[in-house]
Every structure is written in C-alpha cells, then in structure tokens.
C-alpha cells in the first residue's frame, strides 16, 4: 500500500450502518448531530451508508474526492434532495432551491449583479451598517469606563441581516418591520430543520396544524417582501426617478436574453427572499465564531490590529485595501474551516453512476459533510488548533484542494460568496479597529447547533473594550 494511487485503484467498498442502529441513533442524533456524526465516520471511514431519523436511506461522506465528483465532476447527475426542495414549499424557488434549466437560465441573469466591482460599490453601506449598529456599544462602553458586554449572536444577526436587507432593499426599513421579517425566517427554518431530523414527529405536526401555520408565516413573509417590491417600482416611475444601485434594482433591471422580459412578480418575491434567506444567517454565524475564537486567541486579534495600523494608519479601509490586509481574511477563513456555516449539503443522484468502483444508483441520497471534511486531520494538522496562518500564502503545507468548500462548489458555488468575504472581512476589522475583544468569565460552555447553517447552542458575551 506504498503507492498513494492504491486506494483511489481499489474498489470501494461502502460500509453500511443498519437501520434500526440509525434508528437507535436517531434522538442523539436530532439532539446533538456533529458528536454523532463525527463518530460514526470514525469507526466507518470517510463514507458510510446511514438511514437519517431511521427512515432516509443516505450517503454520509467528508471524502474530497467524492465531495468534488458530486459537486463538480459530475454535478449535471447531481440536484437538490427533496430535503432542500422541501424548503422551497416555505421561501419559494429562487436560486438556493430551483433546479435544471430554469436555475441555469436564473444564474445566468443574477451573476453579474455580484461580481467583485457591484460588491465593492457596496462596501461604503457595509461600513455605514457596521458604524451604526457598533455605535451604541461605543457609547454604551464609554459611558461605563471603556468597555461593554454584549451578546455576540444577537448583534451579529442584527448586523448582518441589515447589511443584506439594505444591500437588496436599499431603503431604511422601519425597525419593527426589519424584526418581524428577521423573525419569520428564523421560525420558518427551525420548523423546517425539525420536520426534516425528525421524520417521525410530521403526522403529529399534521394534527396540531403546524405545516398550516408555518405556510401562514411564510404567506406573510412573501406578502412584505411583494410590498417593498411594489412599493420600488411606484417609486420608479415617478417622474426624474433615480433608483438606487441595490441588488432589488438588479433585478428589476435586468432582461432574459432569449425573451429580453423582466423577472414576473412572483420571481422577484422569490429571489430577493433567497437572498434574505441565504445571505444573513450564514454570515451572522461565521462572525460570531469569529469573535468567539478572536475572545480565546487575543494574540490572533492583534495581529490584525497591527496589521491594520501598518497598512491604514487610522482611516478606514476601502475596497481596493483589502488585499493588503489578509490577517482578518485569514482568520474569517480558517474560522469557517472550524465552523463551517454551511456544515452539510444534500444532493441525490438523477441516474446510475459510480465513483471510483462505488456504485451509486439513480435516487441515492448524498450528504455532503462539509464539517467533518474540514476537521480531517489526514488534510488538517490539529484541526480544532484555531490557526489562520493556514491560508496565509507561502505555508510549507498549502490547504489541498478540494478540502475546503465553505461555499460549496462547482456551478452551484455560492453566488454571494465575495459579498460574504468582503463583508465579514471590513466587520472584523471595524471591530478591531474600535475595539478589544474579551471573554466573560463565568459562561455556560459554548457548543455548536447545525440547523440549517451552524450556529452557537445559546448565545454567549465577549466584552468589548475601547482602544
Ligand atoms: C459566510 C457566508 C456564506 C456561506 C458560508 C455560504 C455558503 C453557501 C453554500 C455552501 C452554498 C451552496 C449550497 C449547495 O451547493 O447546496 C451557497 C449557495 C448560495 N448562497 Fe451562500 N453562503 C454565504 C453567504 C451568502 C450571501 C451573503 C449571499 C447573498 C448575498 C448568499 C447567497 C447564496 C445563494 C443565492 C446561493 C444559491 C446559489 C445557486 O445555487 O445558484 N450566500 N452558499
């Protein structure tokens, strides 16, 4: 077994775990994924059959190899499972949930509304967001004798879901309504995430209504959004109307080539609300992690402090400066290597294939573990060791490819991926420049809830003293 080809040429063989074992693991499991997960793949290998909540006959893997040929390779053979389907019952089917020509044909149209010159234009509101929702901390700290708690989860989700809603919807929402958006997501997803674990519970949840109630939540979602939306395109018309340059007027803006139509109503409803949907929890989730590792790393955070002096001397820091100051990147990147918000992805095979002597029939339910890929220590030395020198260029050992997939890959790559990185990147360094991050002593342990995206169990505070 010298040679490194010799189990890539060997026939794989796929373990399987049997049913009434996941069936036995199953409430371990919907309590507590990763541990279990984690140790079924230990004592299985890289890729094993399992049944999800005893029911779903799947494929669980962090193998790269794999990961690459479904999401790569060979992704025309490869959609969406039913789970993410599903979803879109609740928030409709823009480009997270649609599939086949129609996502194509949708892709296609948005793209350009996020290519790196449209996100550097939206740099200065990213900034202004990030000021504003600070500023109260600063005051607060520096009515308290230099420093202020907070709850890290809390203000995230507040911040990021204003820098998403302001990038597509411009207009300065009123906060209530901000609120009751911001909360209808959250609810929608939890109840999804739960009827997806936890199969068995969904003739219960049938009886008390609940499918019926959510449909409600999400009637009212769409029923907001459609009156921004309205509301926009009143706007436009008045006469020597200047529309904002927002992610909703690109949408509005832009044509089909074949028809040269605009998007119909209900396709703006569906987009804009993905967008919503997929671009503010994620983000939130990355950056509370982030300062949650920078409260246990000072060392890491003034690095970046340092580097920012050098670099900026004081002013804030526009696009173009960014790669100047990779610290905060890396950091960003390697906390998402740890806690990847997107820790798992699904997709199911639309005809018989094989992978490396792995014999995948039509219908075969992957799920692509991205957590367990980026904490596999045979491609990541120590990998709870919080490291960003990792992906700072030049390393003895460079991240391998195929190893790191934060944002997916393959055509289905994350559209708003240098949204994410810009954004996480200038909040990281505002609240470095602004602040010293300390943990609060005292605290419940802080674990991990992979709901749809991985977010901390319960929230926890840092201390946040002026520099
Ligand atoms: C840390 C932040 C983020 C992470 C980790 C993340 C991760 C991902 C991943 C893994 C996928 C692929 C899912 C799959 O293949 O099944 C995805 C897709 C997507 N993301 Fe993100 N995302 C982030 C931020 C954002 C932001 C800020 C936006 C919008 C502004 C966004 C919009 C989308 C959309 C629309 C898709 C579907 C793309 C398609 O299938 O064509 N994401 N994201």
Redesign the pocket.
């Known amino acids: 077994m010298n040679d490194p080809l010799a189990a890539a040429k060997a026939p794989f063989v796929l373990p399987k775990m049997p049913r009434w074992r996941s069936l036995l693991r199953s409430f371990a499991l919907a309590k507590d994924p990763l541990p279990v997960l984690n140790q079924i793949l230990t004592h299985h290998g890289d890729t094993v059959q399992v049944f999800i909540g005893g029911v779903e006959k799947s494929i669980l893997t962090r193998d790269p190899g794999l990961t690459q040929h479904i ?1 790569q390779k060979n992704h025309r053979n490869y959609a ?1 499972s039913k789970f ?1 389907q599903g979803f879109s019952r609740y928030i409709g089917h ?3 949930t ?1 599939e086949g020509p129609d ?1 194509l044909r ?2 296609r149209l ?1 793209q350009p509304g ?1 290519h790196r010159q449209r996100v550097a234009g939206l740099t200065g509101l990213m900034q202004e967001i990030t000021a504003e929702t600070l500023a109260p901390v600063v005051a607060k700290a520096a009515d308290a004798g230099g420093a202020a708690t907070v709850d890290v989860h809390e203000l995230m989700t507040r911040l ?1 879901f204003r820098i ?1 809603a302001r ?2 919807f411009s207009t300065n929402f009123p906060e209530a309504e901000l609120d009751r958006l911001a909360g209808l997501i959250t609810e929608i997803q939890a109840f999804f995430v739960r009827s997806i674990r936890q199969p068995y519970l969904r003739l219960w949840f049938q009886l008390k209504g609940r499918f019926k109630y959510h449909d409600a939540l999400a009637a009212e979602l769409r029923t907001l959004l459609g009156d921004l939306i309205a509301q926009r395109q009143k706007a436009n018309a008045q006469p020597g109307a200047t529309p904002p340059d927002d ?1 909703l007027q690109m949408l509005l803006d832009v044509r089909y080539e074949d028809t040269g139509e605009a998007m119909s109503p209900d396709r703006l409803i569906d ?1 804009s609300l ?2 919503l949907v ?3 929890e ?2 939130a ?2 950056l509370t992690w982030l300062t949650y590792l920078l409260a246990h790393h000072p060392a890491e955070a003034v690095a970046i402090q340092q580097e920012m002096t050098g670099v900026l001397a004081g002013r804030t820091p526009a696009f173009e400066d960014l790669p100047r100051l990779g610290k905060a990147l890396h950091a960003v990147q390697e906390t ?1 290597r740890r806690y ?3 820790w798992m ?3 199911v095979a639309l005809a018989d294939d094989e992978y490396n002597g792995l014999r995948i029939p039509k219908g075969t339910l992957f799920s692509l573990y ?1 957590h367990g890929l980026h904490h596999d220590a045979k491609y990541w030395p120590e990998p709870e060791e919080f490291r960003p020198t990792r992906f700072a260029p030049g390393q003895e050992r460079p991240v391998q490819a195929n190893t790191y ?13 240098q ?3 810009t ?2 990147q200038l909040v990281t360094l505002e609240l470095l420049r602004q602040f010293d991050i300390q943990w609060v002593p005292g605290q419940l342990p802080v674990t991990m809830q992979p709901l749809i ?1 991985l977010r901390p169990k319960q929230d926890f505070r840092v201390k946040l003293r002026l520099r």
Do not use: Y
């Open positions: 999401l969406k993410t823009g480009l997270l649609n996502w949708q892709r948005i996020f990021t998403i990038s597509v992610l987009e993905i967008l997929a671009g503010h994620t983000s989730n990355a998402m990847p918000p997107a992805v699904d997709r991205f997939v934060p944002f997916g890959g393959g055509p289905r790559l994350c559209i708003g991926m949204f994410a990185l954004e996480m995206t």
